[in-house]
């Protein structure tokens, strides 16, 4: 697959499972992306999430995509970094999906929103692609 179809594989199965490590202890959970391009893959947590203490310590991560109806799977290796942009913030709230987060914003649910919510991206991964029928040949790596 090229960057491209990646992308577009990505942003068509929103669901993501991130990989994170606590010490030496791996978890895994699902997410839900924001988006995903050059820019890199955009999800978001709260700051009182294990997820948040875990990227601080180790930002390593692996996510995982799937489209179920074509049998693909995609694995990005990456490291994760902390966006703190209220601009992005109110744009992710602002978006039709997430709507949830409006009433966190703006009733006070949250005392400090902007800072309990947190933005993670990944930029410049590399990517990985699996299906049963490419199951036993060699990976192959996009950069991201």
Same mark, same amino acid.
């Given at each position: 697959?090229?960057?491209?179809?990646?992308?577009?594989?990505?942003?068509?199965n929103?669901?993501? @499972?991130?990989?994170?490590?606590? $010490?030496? %202890?791996? &978890? /895994?959970? *699902?997410?839900?992306?924001?988006?995903?391009d050059?820019?890199?893959?955009?999800?978001?947590?709260?700051?009182?999430?294990?997820?948040?203490?875990?990227?601080?310590?180790?930002?390593?991560?692996?996510?995982? @995509?799937?489209?179920?109806?074509? $049998?693909? %799977?995609? &694995? /990005?290796? *990456?490291?994760?970094?902390?966006?703190?942009?209220?601009?992005?913030?109110?744009?992710?709230?602002?978006?039709?999906?997430?709507?949830?987060?409006?009433?966190?914003?703006?009733?006070?649910?949250?005392?400090? @929103?902007?800072?309990?919510?947190?933005?993670?991206?990944?930029?410049?991964?590399?990517?990985?692609?699996?299906?049963?029928?490419?199951?036993?040949?060699?990976?192959?790596?996009?950069?991201?």
């Amino acid at each position: 697959m090229t960057k491209q179809e990646i992308f577009e594989l990505i942003n068509s199965n929103p669901v993501i @499972f991130l990989a994170t490590a606590e $010490g030496d %202890q791996p &978890r /895994v959970r *699902g997410m839900f992306l924001y988006k995903a391009d050059e820019s890199g893959i955009v999800f978001h947590s709260g700051t009182m999430k294990d997820v948040y203490r875990q990227v601080v310590n180790n930002p390593k991560a692996e996510l995982c @995509f799937n489209d179920f109806n074509r $049998g693909i %799977q995609v &694995r /990005v290796t *990456g490291v994760l970094e902390i966006v703190d942009d209220k601009n992005l913030k109110d744009e992710i709230c602002e978006h039709p999906t997430r709507e949830f987060l409006r009433k966190w914003r703006d009733s006070g649910v949250l005392e400090d @929103f902007y800072n309990a919510f947190v933005v993670f991206r990944l930029k410049g991964g590399r990517a990985t692609t699996w299906t049963m029928e490419t199951n036993f040949a060699p990976k192959e790596y996009v950069q991201l």
